[in-house]
């Protein structure tokens, strides 16, 4: 699905962009739209998902095409810890770069100033608030935080906020709340105590699962920290291995499906190509010399990571990062089936260290790194912060702990 088929503003499709999302990930294909009519949703998924922009984007696009009070503080997303109301803000200043929307984190710990920045941003009003629940209770308990115009909330990691006994304190800042109000409650997990909180703030809510895929644990993963011109030679390397007979490398995009093959092709490795501007005929030709061993290389994009049975394929590489942890997992997942064993390499450029980032919290534990040999030169450091950044051109961007005025 694309962003552009829900109808989504277009400086939200801008920010979008500017994140480099392509595509919705799975819990945004099923999120977003009962979100976008407005209904309350229960649903599980784990972070590294892309959940954040699942409710980010519709939350953005309704107060952006709705009324609502200019004053006041219109969403309050409710988050376990401070690293995660800083991570969702930093996503929220990216997906709204192109608005004029407002936002604040409001989390413990930091300074007085901090705190004296937070009072005036929720005594004046601001579009969205962060917030960890101790620190927003502080403020509550002030009496100045204007909420009468509240029409969104959102719990994030509520197992978690449950977990951590933020129970109670959750009810408390409810209680301050306006009573008409749409609410978004997303947890990893279901467990009873779960239900229950669910049962006392949701109204009527469409309920979404996300099957978490775990890759099998008998696949030998490892990731290589490269340059972007490392990696054509560095995979000719990989594919000159006798340790590997039946390999296939995706790539995100048939162009580069097309011009790897090329390139395998004249360092004389026998590998054949499959991706959807193929005629159907060609591509089951391709599988079947794959299958027979007449091949030993298959570059294809994702249409072949899900679904296609191909057995004793002992190496799979990734010669991009996929999209998102689901895709990643179904790459890999074409090696090792059957309870054999297999590797799965994955090739990261700079600009790709965000997204496997994304996959390591998916997956919840980072992927082996692999070592480089010197011969093909020196490579960056695994500092997947830096990623996204570059993405705004040198644009400076606010702070996340300050607020963004209108
Ligand atoms: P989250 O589950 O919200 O923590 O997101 C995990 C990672 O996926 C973050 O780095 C997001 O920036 C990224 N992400 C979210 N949505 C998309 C998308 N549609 N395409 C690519 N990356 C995404």
Do not use: W
């Not at 609502?68 to 401070?82: C, E, G, K, L, S």
């Not at 449950?162 to 409810?174: E, P, R, S």
């Not at 190496?315 to 997942?333: Q, S």
């Not at 570059?390 to 209108?406: A, C, E, V």
Request: neutral net charge; aromatic residues 6%; contains cysteine.
């Amino acid at each position: 699905m694309k962003f552009t088929d829900l109808g989504l503003d277009q400086r939200i499709l801008d920010g979008i962009d500017s994140m480099g999302y392509e595509t919705a990930t799975p819990v945004q294909q099923q999120v977003m739209l009962p979100i976008l009519q407005g209904k309350d949703i229960i649903a599980s998924a784990q972070t590294g998902t892309g959940k954040t922009a699942a409710f980010l984007l519709p939350l953005l696009h309704r107060l952006l095409t709705t009324q609502h009070a200019q004053n006041d503080i219109n969403a309050m997303v409710i988050v376990p810890t401070r690293e995660l109301a800083i991570q969702i803000s930093e996503s929220l200043e990216g997906l709204s770069y192109f608005t004029d929307v407002s936002s604040i984190a409001v989390y413990g710990g930091g300074s007085g100033d901090s705190f004296i920045t937070e009072k005036k941003a929720l005594t004046s009003g601001v579009d969205i608030v962060v917030c960890t629940p101790g620190r927003m209770i502080a403020h509550l308990n002030m009496g100045y935080v204007k909420l009468k115009g509240l029409r969104y909330l959102v719990l994030d990691e509520a197992d978690r906020m449950l977990d951590m006994g933020f129970n109670d304190d959750i009810m408390k800042i409810i209680s301050f709340l306006p009573k008409e109000r749409q609410n978004l409650l997303f947890s990893a997990t279901m467990p009873a105590k779960m239900r229950d909180l669910a049962r006392k703030i949701l109204q009527d809510p469409v309920e979404i699962n996300i099957a978490i895929s775990k890759p099998p644990e008998q696949i030998i993963q490892k990731a290589f920290i490269v340059y972007e011109p490392q990696k054509i030679p560095i995979i000719k390397d990989m594919l000159a291995s006798p340790q590997y007979q039946n390999i296939i490398v995706f790539c995100s995009s048939k162009q580069q499906v097309k011009q790897l093959t090329a390139e395998l092709k004249r360092a004389r490795i026998q590998a054949g190509e499959i991706h959807s501007d193929l005629e159907q005929t060609v591509r089951e030709q391709v599988l079947q010399d794959f299958r027979n061993r007449k091949l030993r290389v298959l570059v294809a994009t994702d249409i072949l990571s899900r679904g296609i049975d191909i057995e004793d394929i002992d190496l799979v590489i990734n010669f991009d990062v996929p999209h998102d942890g689901e895709d990643y997992v179904h790459r890999i997942g074409r090696t090792a089936r059957a309870a054999s064993t297999g590797t799965a390499f994955t090739l990261v450029s700079e600009q790709e260290q965000y997204k496997l980032a994304g996959i390591e919290r998916l997956l919840g534990q980072p992927v082996p790194k692999g070592t480089v040999p010197e011969s093909f030169g020196p490579v960056p450091n695994y500092n997947p912060g830096d990623g996204k950044k570059k993405k705004y051109g040198g644009k400076s961007r606010p702070r996340n702990n300050q607020p963004r005025h209108k």
